[in-house]
């Protein structure tokens, strides 16, 4: 007896495989639970399947069935003789190499909202200067002083360079074991920096703010002859013989780098090859994001900062769980140069840090232009330490923590509800097209030799990357369209100088990184765990909000921020990891 006319079969190693099964398709059921079984082979001997009928059938999964089979035939014959060979001549030219550190792209996005160029001569910021700052008797004090302080500790020589670094390698080890928060101790090149640092001061020569202070960096930024991980085991043991710019820079203003930190397996979420990095406010909670190790680093009081980044939450998520203060910059404020790459359109670099006052002075180190990175340039920010904040009209919210909201007013903000008004639905989709297409473009070799099956989350990239090669290029394009117009209509709608919202909503998360809106992670306060174990506890769930503000107005968000946190002391709390409580235990 013949196969069902409706059903279509394709051999599938010694067995075969009907391609409606998927979607239930009734004739195989049947002839499945009637029939003996006839191979594949002997089907297609009946009846062979033509490239076209194939061809026609997969058109479901692009959105376009309204071929007829003579233009099918002519697709075919032009995708064999152009495409195919056009796609793999390009692969040669750039895709050999995973991670997009090479060959950037040259369609380039651009997020000021300016029809200039928003560029001119960029002039540092003018610091204030910590008075009356004296060394705490214990390390645990010097752990968790702000970096403005601790600068001055080694201004005036109250502390060296040197024993800061022993401080933090200290803390680093001891913490490390239950936060997993480190993948790389750069401990011999810490302590030669830091001898630098001490040197360079002895001889009279200060380099600023960050003039010996430790710090880490996610692991997706290469330096050089130490592991640039990507938190995969596929590049575990990469080293990358380059200095990413942000670490030039850092390295320039005389900072100390310690460790590279834990970022989630190719910087999507807190799972890496090594395991996965907990919350210190909550080590039964992970710290959700891929700056995962940034996040739960400087909320431990194991770095003064560190620098993470964000395409889609990364800074804001972990940020927002772990109790600290953080910057998503404005895109292109900070060049990206020898960086994994997710997304050339949506990557941005941001500091981790204990306040608003240090994001500041570590936006000012680290931002810049770079010819590695075409999107990056010169953001012509203003001072925040010299902004008049009673001159701001600021909207918030129906989701924003009051108690922003009426520190601010009481400091002279004008204070406003305010709502983002916009008619684009697709937000969220538009940024996974634009994601993962871009990321397999600089994963695709990767997934060709099949090691998306060793990724540590199978339920991560390997699903959304393989659901990419579905994404015509069509459609990408109509995205970026969309995308576009979604920037259009937030650009109108924006009537206040900044506002305040949750940070963590999933569409504001998705809208901001499409726009290339900064935002400021605050820290506004603390509140008991669900289910506390019997006898008590002290761990906490943090509570935060976001203050947003237009691209190229950073400095706004972060002076709202410093003004907020002046008469506040939430981002001043220390999580309790020494401390946990009776019977409190990390659940493995």
């Known amino acids: 007896m013949a196969w069902p006319s409706k059903c279509k079969w394709l051999p599938l190693q010694n067995s075969g495989r009907c391609l409606s099964y998927t979607h239930v398709c009734k004739y195989h059921k049947i002839w499945k639970d009637t029939k003996p079984f006839i191979s594949a082979k002997d089907a297609l001997k009946k009846e062979p399947i033509s490239d076209v009928i194939a061809l026609k059938d997969s058109m479901k999964y692009f959105d376009a069935e309204f071929f007829n089979d003579s233009k099918l035939r002519e697709m075919e014959d032009g995708a064999k003789e152009f495409n195919v060979p056009a796609f793999r001549e390009n692969r040669k030219l750039v895709a050999t190499e995973n991670g997009g550190l090479h060959n950037p792209s040259v369609l380039l996005f651009k997020s000021s909202w300016s029809s200039g160029s928003m560029t001119s001569e960029t ?197 927002a769980r772990c109790g600290v203060t953080a910057l998503r910059p404005t895109f292109g404020t900070v060049a990206r140069t020898d960086v994994m790459s997710i997304s050339e359109s949506l990557d941005k670099l941001g500091p981790f840090c204990r306040s608003a006052v240090d994001c500041a002075v570590v936006l000012d180190t680290i931002r810049g232009t770079d010819a590695g990175d075409p999107s990056s340039r010169e953001v012509a920010l203003g001072d925040p330490f010299h902004v008049d904040i009673t001159k701001l009209t600021v909207g918030y919210l129906d989701d924003a923590e009051m108690e922003v909201v009426d520190v601010l007013s009481s400091k002279g903000v004008k204070l406003v509800p305010f709502k983002l008004n916009y008619t684009v639905e697709s937000v969220q989709s538009i940024l996974n097209i634009t994601m993962d297409t871009d990321m397999l473009a600089h994963f695709d070799n990767w997934q060709r030799e099949g090691h998306d099956d060793d990724y540590e989350a199978q339920d991560q990239w390997p699903v959304e990357l393989r659901r990419a090669r579905l994404i015509p290029a069509v459609d990408y394009i109509q995205a970026q369209r969309a995308r576009g117009k979604l920037i259009r209509e937030i650009k109108d709608s924006f009537t206040v100088d900044a506002f305040v919202g949750n940070v963590t909503d999933w569409e504001r998360v998705c809208l901001g990184n499409l726009v290339g809106m900064p935002v400021v992670v605050v820290p506004t306060g603390l509140k008991s765990i669900e289910n506390p174990p019997k006898g008590g506890t002290k761990r906490r769930t943090t509570v935060t909000t976001g203050i947003y503000a237009p691209p190229d107005h950073d400095h706004i968000a972060l002076a709202l921020a410093m003004a907020y946190q002046s008469v506040t002391d939430h981002n001043k709390q220390r999580p309790p990891i020494d401390d946990l409580g009776p019977n409190d235990v990390i659940q493995r």
């Open 123 to 319: 002039r540092s910021f003018e610091y204030p200067r910590a008075s009356s700052v004296h060394r705490p008797t214990n390390d645990e004090d010097i752990a968790f002083m702000s970096v403005i302080e601790l600068g001055e500790l080694i201004r005036t020589k109250q502390i060296t360079s040197r024993e800061l670094t022993d401080i933090f390698l200290r803390r680093l080890k001891r913490y490390n074991p239950v936060l997993e928060a480190v993948i790389t101790y750069t401990e011999d090149l810490a302590y030669k920096q830091a001898k630098e640092a001490d040197d360079l001061l002895a001889q009279g020569k200060y380099l600023g703010p960050l003039h010996g202070i430790p710090y880490g960096l996610k692991d997706i930024i290469a330096v050089p002859h130490y592991k640039t991980t990507w938190g995969s085991r596929t590049f575990k043991n990469q080293v990358l013989d380059s200095e990413a710019y942000v670490y030039r820079r850092l390295k320039s203003a005389g900072a100390v780098l310690v460790a590279k930190l834990v970022t989630g397996s190719l910087a999507y979420d807190d799972i890496w090859f090594g395991g996965r990095t907990r919350n210190p406010w909550n080590i039964e909670e992970f710290s959700t994001g891929s700056s995962a190790g940034p996040a739960a680093s400087t909320s431990a009081g194991m770095v003064p900062f560190a620098i993470g980044s964000e395409t889609a939450g990364s800074i804001a998520y972990p940020a």
